[in-house]
């Protein structure tokens, strides 16, 4: 549409006393940009939303828009009493106000696009007061733009999404949220950036998002309720929840605002937690007395690791793997990557961050560092199988970031079970262990230390096991000549893999 007429459509329409339909910010910028430029008062104009208010922002084909409203029934007396202004029409506001304008028409009251039409309007107008928190209609704007801002918050955070039998086309995972605000398309892309290639879908009542590990796909409503959601794993949910549940902790006030009451019903653990707090006082007894009779001298019975953690079912993929904890965190598990057969296999110790969202090992900083290495050594990363000791990234929040922690020995232990089917398919005749948490690994053992096997290859199972520093260790080396020397052991221990591959190393023990 030429642009002078869609401003005159927008405008024609409010001149003529006739509503204006506005489904989307994006609708009621450009028609607040067209009444602006005609001088077209904010009491004189009725905005109209698309009943039933919600799919604001979906993709689905739009009804018409504002001008294209006005287009049709305008009345030559209203174009004859417009009075376009001289001056430039074009609407220059700050990004703030823009993001906060934007923000605030995500926020479900009646009177939305109206409200914003008048803050735009007092701004054009010199009285940038609008913005302040003190004056009445900035201190609405700051509320509505917080309620929005908190609701994208408990979506993410109270969002459950449930695991789908595999079914060609289905989403992976599927959750059921009911929003009070119209934030699905900012939390969509929260989740595209969160969960990498899994599929999965977002329904509320009013909209929903497909990713099918690619695109974004926006549709209309296709569940009513979660009870729609027939979910297999929330059992295993439910299970684990119980049994983090610490009765004697117990604060139900604290609990209910950390979780709001309106999202239990939504939740799996929502339905479980009335009947825990019930409980609470006879559990909270019963861990008293738990305590008196702990204080009583017993026998300590020595233990592994190995043998205290409780039997699982052999997982079938990586991806069901609940060997241990540290699958509730990731994103995805992360795999080894490489030929099916390799001479030499580098083992890391676990994915990160970047590894976790990639679904990919070494793709980050210390995969670039590693890359670097490796073309020193003269070594083609496509030859070697790279892989890590862990399959899940382990971390820890500090503000916005997800921060590595190591993992615990009887996680490295769980995971031994993917490593030694890497090593059985791979046949790997050297292992380049990154790293202490590599070398424990790959020897089994939580008493190797790295210093000792640097440069000293050592046979292991019928193989050879090359110690050289984690690339993460070398990033952090913070002094240029000591990083220098790191990267440079780095290097060699390569270089030797290599000689050891090709049978050029010392002479093998015999077994
Ligand atoms: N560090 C690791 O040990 N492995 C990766 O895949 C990435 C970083």
Excluded at 239 to 264: D, E, G, M, V
């Amino acid at each position: 549409m030429d642009g002078t007429a869609g401003r005159i459509n927008a405008a024609v329409a409010a001149a003529a006393g006739q509503p204006l339909l506005v489904q989307s910010f994006a609708d009621w910028r450009e028609a607040a940009r067209e009444l602006l430029a005609f001088e077209i008062a904010p009491h004189t104009v009725k905005w109209i939303t698309h009943e039933g208010g919600g799919d604001l922002f979906s993709a689905a084909p739009q009804p018409q828009s504002a001008p294209a409203v006005a287009s049709a029934t305008a009345s030559a007396d209203a174009i004859a009493v417009l009075n376009p202004r001289k001056a430039n029409p074009t609407l220059h506001l700050p990004r703030k106000l823009m993001d906060m304008l934007a923000s605030a028409a995500c926020c479900r009251v009646a009177d939305r696009w109206a409200f914003l039409y008048r803050v735009v309007w007092r701004w054009q107008h010199g009285d940038q007061v609008v913005m302040s928190a003190a004056d009445e209609d900035g201190s609405r704007l700051h509320a509505m733009f917080k309620a929005v801002h908190r609701e994208e918050h408990d979506m993410h955070a109270y969002i459950r999404f449930r695991e789908r039998p595999e079914e060609a086309g289905a989403p992976r995972f599927v959750a059921w949220f009911e929003p009070s605000h119209d934030v699905l398309p900012q939390v969509a892309q929260h989740f595209v950036s969160r969960m990498g290639r899994i599929s999965w879908m977002i329904a509320t009542p009013d909209a929903s998002v497909l990713w099918d590990g690619a695109t974004l796909h926006n549709t209309g409503p296709l569940m009513s309720s979660s009870a729609d959601l027939d979910d297999p794993g929330e059992a295993l949910w439910l299970t684990y929840y119980r049994s983090i549940f610490n009765p004697a902790r117990l604060n139900a006030q604290r609990l209910q605002s950390h979780i709001p009451s309106r999202f239990w019903k939504n939740l799996p653990e929502g339905a479980v937690v009335p009947e825990m707090i019930s409980q609470a006082a006879a559990g909270a007894r019963r861990t008293g007395q738990a305590e008196a009779v702990g204080q009583r001298r017993g026998t300590t019975i020595a233990i592994t690791p190995a043998q205290a953690q409780p039997r699982r079912d052999a997982p079938s993929t990586l991806d069901q793997c609940r060997r241990c904890e540290l699958w509730q965190h990731a994103t995805q598990a992360v795999g080894g990557e490489g030929p099916q057969r390799a001479r030499i296999m580098l083992v890391g110790e676990q994915p990160g961050d970047q590894e976790d969202l990639a679904g990919q090992p070494f793709v980050g900083p210390a995969g670039k560092l590693l890359d670097v290495a490796l073309a020193d050594a003269g070594l083609d990363r496509r030859t070697v199988y790279l892989t890590n000791a862990v399959k899940h990234f382990k971390w820890e929040p500090r503000g916005k970031r997800r921060l590595h922690k190591t993992p615990a020995q009887r996680e490295v232990e769980a995971c031994a079970y993917w490593l030694d089917q890497e090593l059985a398919q791979v046949q790997p005749d050297v292992i380049v262990a990154l790293g202490s948490t590599a070398l424990k690994a790959v020897l089994g053992s939580s008493h190797a230390v790295l210093k000792d096997t640097l440069g000293q290859p050592i046979r292991h199972n019928g193989r050879w096991v090359v110690t050289v520093y984690h690339p993460s260790f070398i990033l952090r080396v913070p002094d240029d000549a000591a990083k220098k020397n790191a990267m440079a052991v780095m290097v060699a221990g390569l270089k030797l893999a290599q000689q050891l591959a090709a049978g050029q190393g010392p002479a093998t023990p015999a077994p």
